[in-house]
Structures are given as structure tokens and as C-alpha cells.
């Protein structure tokens, strides 16, 4: 424990943090903005917001137009978070905790678009010049962020 805190608190709150951002950005960018109504918004040179719906898992691979298909991947995102929430309750390093809770809570975030809408919202699309990045949300970059965080070596037991 550091500072009173668990490494699982610290996990628990990245993973809410994570879901709840996610959440509320999604919301806000299809019924608060009506994003679908006059996408592409150019933010800067080189950020726009748009509108992608994704079928599939990471940069749009495996796409499942089928509800069987799309129940599968939900399944596999809610196993996984529970996974990595299990996973997390063992950590003694909050920054791995932390990192598994960014990813869990991106994979429920994703996991929650795709029973509402039946596929992922993404909207953040970086690109420059002919240079185009995938086009992601806020539960992608969490997963993202939270990779690394897993190579953080768990402290050593005294």
C-alpha cells in the first residue's frame, strides 16, 4: 500500500475514471454536438472529430455484421474485463493496477457501445498531410495508455 491506497483502488478508480470519460464523450459528441449530423468538425490542421462505426476490434479488424458475431465480441470484451479486474486484485505495483484498469475500463466502454449501438463509436481521427492514423475514441487511447503501464516491474517483496 502507498499513501493509504491499494494498488486495486488506484486500478478501480483509473477503470471508472476510464468508462465514465468515455461514456460522457460518446454522449455528448452524438446527442449533445449531433456529430452524425455534421461530421467532419476540424478542430485543428491536423485532429477531426468524425464518425466511424466499428464492427470489429482494433483498426477495424475482424468485422461482424452478424448478431452472432457481435454478442461474441461483446462477450469477449466482458470476460476479458473481468480477467484484468482479477488480475488487478492480485497487483502489488499500482501502476500496473493502473494500467489494467485503464484497459478494463476501455474494454467496457467499447463493450457498452456495441450492445447499445451494436458497434463501436469512433471518433477521433488524427492525421497529417497524406498521413491518416486510425480513427479511435477515448476507450482506445485508454488501452493504449495502459499497455505500457503493464511493463512497470511489480516491486520486489521484502
Known amino acids: 500500500m502507498t499513501n493509504g491506497r491499494s494498488p486495486f483502488r488506484a486500478g478501480l478508480i483509473g477503470a471508472l475514471?476510464?468508462?465514465a470519460l468515455d461514456q460522457a464523450s460518446k454522449l455528448w459528441l452524438l446527442f449533445g454536438l449531433g456529430l452524425?449530423?455534421?461530421y467532419p468538425v476540424s478542430l485543428a490542421p491536423w485532429f477531426d472529430l468524425t464518425v466511424v462505426w466499428?464492427?470489429?476490434?482494433?483498426?477495424g479488424l475482424f468485422q461482424q455484421d452478424s448478431e452472432l458475431g457481435r454478442w461474441a465480441l461483446i462477450a469477449f470484451k466482458l470476460v476479458a474485463a473481468i480477467g484484468l479486474v482479477?488480475?488487478?486484485g492480485r497487483c502489488t505495483?499500482?501502476?500496473t493496477a493502473v494500467g489494467l484498469g485503464l484497459i478494463a475500463g476501455g474494454a467496457v466502454g467499447n463493450?457498452?457501445?456495441?450492445?447499445a449501438y451494436g458497434a463501436v463509436f469512433d471518433f477521433a481521427h488524427l492525421h497529417w498531410g497524406t498521413f491518416s492514423w486510425y480513427v479511435f475514441n477515448l476507450a482506445d487511447a485508454?488501452?493504449?495508455a495502459g499497455v505500457p503501464l503493464l511493463l512497470y516491474?511489480?516491486?520486489k517483496s521484502r
Open 142 to 144: 485508454a488501452i493504449v
Open 36 to 38: 452524425p449530423a455534421h
Open 93 to 95: 505495483s499500482r501502476a
Open 111 to 115: 463493450a457498452i457501445d456495441r450492445i
Open 86 to 88: 482479477v488480475w488487478m
Open 153 to 155: 516491474p511489480e516491486p
Open 54 to 59: 466499428n464492427r470489429g476490434i482494433s483498426y
Open 17 to 19: 475514471t476510464t468508462l
